[in-house]
């Protein structure tokens, strides 16, 4: 999100510099500073330099726990970007909450954390968020589950966040009608095939195993019907552990594929480069898509976003709290998760029921410019960090991993 982010706002006219790892890609549209080795406490001044150094009227933080390797540093950012300019306005983005490794911290890490929680005041100092919550001016969740979950971190933190999810992360083909005909002929789509897409990454918890034996039970029945899977396995660059388990998963997907003997009927499409819009035709050439996720759809669900921009009728798992965007019947059909009989049924009665695609698909593109807009985002987003930006050019920090 972070570079389809700064490149709608340097379109806006707004100056944006992006403080990354080393070996990041350039950018035409803003500046990339590939200064970081690590986002530990010893990279913390390139930080510090290359704020001093631009001196921007706000900064945006990514935070992920994961993109930066567990390490405390990062999670003290506000408080170290306030300490050289108090007016700077500093957003942190929570990507996801509750976010854990089996990697414990050096004593080095420990020592240090010790010394800036002194340095930073112990007061409203969460072990993972840091000072984050405490001293950002502004916090952006990604759903309401997660602004829930923070305000039980810190109560205070409710009067500071934009509740703003992620518009779909994907370069949209521009001609629909081509990108459907073309891409159903590669596949060797017939016309009374139905193509059922899933969009994602693919690790624990996305729940297909489900949809591959809803496939099959389909198929059993006389469906005529594909899947096309579009995403590759999620590897973690920093959790080896992480990435192993995602990779058998996958390895399991494949076997289970055999045994249900559904070889001909799933197209594997792996991972494509972002900039790509390879996974906007596959979505274009499907008629509908599913995303069974073990913990339910939620807001947050940047993949959701890209099949609903697209106007595809959509089945997807509830959560343990569903969120009110989410109107069953109405924009999507929900179902429990991990049932493969009840996402089977869910999925056959979309495809029995033009009336009920057409009314899923008006549904979506409702929801779609309620929620998943990139205009109405980074509206919401530089009105946040910059109110006069209308009025003359900003300077604006993200700071990615």
Avoid at 310 to 337: G, K, M, W, Y
Wanted: hydrophobic share 40%; net charge negative; glycine share 4%.
């Amino acid at each position: 999100m972070a570079f389809f982010l700064a490149q709608r706002l340097a379109e806006r006219g707004i100056d944006v510099d992006v403080l990354s790892v080393q070996g990041s890609e350039e950018s035409d549209r803003f500046r990339v500073h590939g200064l970081m080795k690590n986002w530990n406490w010893r990279e913390a001044n390139h930080l510090r330099s290359l704020i001093k150094q631009i001196r921007p009227d706000a900064v945006l933080l990514a935070y992920h726990r994961g993109m930066y390797h567990g390490h405390p540093m990062i999670s003290f950012a506000a408080t170290l970007a306030k300490s050289i300019d108090p007016s700077i306005h500093f957003m942190t983005q929570v990507s996801q909450v509750n976010f854990s490794t089996k990697r414990s911290p050096s004593i080095t890490t420990r020592l240090a954390r010790r010394a800036a929680e002194m340095w930073a005041g112990s007061a409203r100092n969460d072990y993972v968020y840091g000072t984050l919550l405490r001293d950002s001016d502004s916090v952006m969740v990604l759903s309401q589950a997660h602004a829930e979950y923070l305000a039980k971190i810190d109560e205070q933190v409710v009067s500071k966040t934009l509740l703003i999810p992620p518009p779909p992360i994907l370069r949209i083909a521009d001609d629909a009608d081509a990108a459907r005909r073309e891409a159903r002929a590669e596949l060797g789509l017939q016309q009374d095939e139905f193509a059922i897409a899933f969009y994602g990454f693919i690790y624990r918890n996305k729940g297909l195993q489900h949809l591959l034996q809803a496939v099959a039970s389909l198929r059993d029945e006389g469906r005529r019907l594909r899947l096309v899977v579009i995403g590759g396995v999620l590897r973690f660059e920093h959790l080896p552990e992480r990435t192993t388990e995602s990779e058998a998963y996958f390895q399991n997907l494949q076997s289970q594929c055999q045994e249900l003997g559904l070889e001909d009927l799933v197209h594997w499409e792996g991972t494509t480069a972002i900039d790509c819009e390879r996974p906007s035709r596959l979505l274009y050439a499907s008629d509908m898509a599913v995303f069974p996720f073990d913990e339910g759809v939620r807001l947050n669900n940047s993949s959701f976003a890209a099949a609903a921009v697209h106007r595809l009728p959509i089945v997807a798992t509830r959560s343990q709290a569903t969120e009110d965007a989410f109107q069953h019947e109405q924009n999507v059909l929900l179902c429990a998760p991990s049932d493969s009989e009840e996402l089977a049924r869910s999925i056959k009665r979309v495809m029995k029921d033009e009336v009920l695609r057409d009314k899923l698909r008006d549904g979506i593109h409702a929801m779609v410019q309620r929620w998943f807009s990139w205009d109405r985002a980074v509206d919401q987003i530089a009105n946040t960090l910059l109110p006069d930006a209308a009025d003359r050019p900003q300077d604006y920090a993200e700071l990615s991993a």
